[in-house]
């Protein structure tokens, strides 16, 4: 039997060879789409769902099916919080930032104790507070757009700042760095992935497992509102659910880029290629006029099959 070449066994190689290919399919369906300003957007889609998918892979990472479906409320919560808070002003960005930030860390607090200490299922944890958060943001707003991104926060996300690139490009560099060293140099690294292997042995061992567990849903809300403050200078101003395009998507990143759903193996680096192969295909469905519906069919299509390829053998171990 042919054996597969061990390249193509790396997830963050097929994403790469994915973008490269999707480029081409783009450029041929219409001419442009993989010019430089035209890459340079893309970049900047894929950095707000790469940060999102920052805290999802720490989720993850951390086992007992850990999948924080409440990202998607939590980057609308702080879209509006930080519009409200700047409202056009850049005095008003330390504030957002803090308020944004504090209110993304309660947010995942509260979904950590549920799951580590009421005992309740992940899944079901992060969608009720899911609920809980689209029920807020509809009595915050009123049906009624307010709030605005501040220029300074606008030139951050969309304009040049250091070697061609924006702002929005550079944190998402720096957060991968963090990440990176994180989870393969420190304790608190190599717990999250000790509990995600195998939680029971990592308690036998003296591992602080709820704590650590409960601190992975906490940073989750943390990436989800720097996402979301980033969101509002990208697009100007919040409108409703403006969060809930990056749920269903920040999963496939962190599955397509070689983390088990079952927990304890992958990493951030595969998720940051999968979250711009994610990007690259939805501009090419864009251009094809599909749909937001659509979309959607087709993220969901393409969890069921890694799913099928990734979630087997020891990725659905108990």
């Given at each position: ?8 066994k790396?997830?963050i ?6 973008i490269?290919?999707l480029?081409f ?14 890459i ?13 998918a920052?805290?999802?892979n ?21 879209a509006i919080?930080?519009?409200n808070?700047?409202d056009?002003?850049?005095?008003g960005?330390?504030?957002?930032i ?6 993304g ?46 220029p300074?926060?606008s030139?951050f ?6 070697l ?10 720096l ?41 992975l ?12 403050i980033?969101?509002i ?8 659910n ?10 496939i ?9 079952a ?5 951030y680096t595969g998720?940051?290629?999968g979250a ?12 094809v ?7 959607q ?5 393409t969890l069921?099959?890694?799913m099928?390829?990734y979630?087997?053998g ?5």
């Amino acid at each position: 039997m042919t054996q597969v070449p061990e390249m193509l066994k790396n997830p963050i190689f097929v994403a790469l060879a994915l973008i490269v290919l999707l480029l081409f399919a783009g450029e041929m369906l219409s001419p442009g789409f993989a010019s430089p300003t035209q890459i340079m957007r893309l970049l900047i889609v894929a950095a707000l769902l790469g940060i999102v998918a920052a805290g999802q892979n720490l989720v993850i990472l951390g086992g007992r099916e850990g999948i924080d479906l409440s990202v998607g409320g939590v980057v609308s919560l702080a879209a509006i919080i930080a519009g409200n808070l700047m409202d056009g002003q850049n005095a008003g960005i330390p504030l957002a930032i803090l308020g944004c930030i504090a209110a993304g860390a309660i947010i995942g607090l509260i979904n950590g104790v549920g799951v580590t200490l009421m005992r309740i299922p992940p899944l079901v944890m992060t969608l009720g507070m899911l609920g809980v958060l689209q029920g807020l943001l509809v009595v915050i707003r009123q049906g009624i757009p307010s709030g605005r991104a501040a220029p300074g926060l606008s030139q951050f996300v969309t304009k040049p700042i250091l070697l061609g690139l924006p702002g929005i490009i550079w944190l998402w560099v720096l957060i991968g760095l963090f990440l990176a060293f994180l989870l393969s140099r420190t304790v608190y690294g190599h717990r999250i992935y000790a509990i995600g292997s195998n939680e029971q042995a990592a308690r036998m061992a003296g591992v602080p497992v709820a704590a650590i567990r409960i601190s992975l849903f906490a940073l989750s809300g943390v990436f989800a509102s720097i996402a979301g403050i980033c969101l509002i200078g990208y697009s100007g101003s919040s409108f409703a659910n403006v969060g809930e395009q990056y749920m269903l998507p920040s999963i496939i990143a962190v599955v397509f880029g070689g983390t088990l759903l079952a927990g304890g193996k992958g990493g951030y680096t595969g998720t940051m290629a999968g979250a711009m192969m994610l990007t690259v295909l939805q501009g090419i469905l864009t251009t094809v006029n599909i749909d937001e519906s659509g979309r959607q069919m087709i993220f969901g299509a393409t969890l069921l099959l890694l799913m099928l390829f990734y979630g087997r053998g020891k990725a659905m171990r108990a």
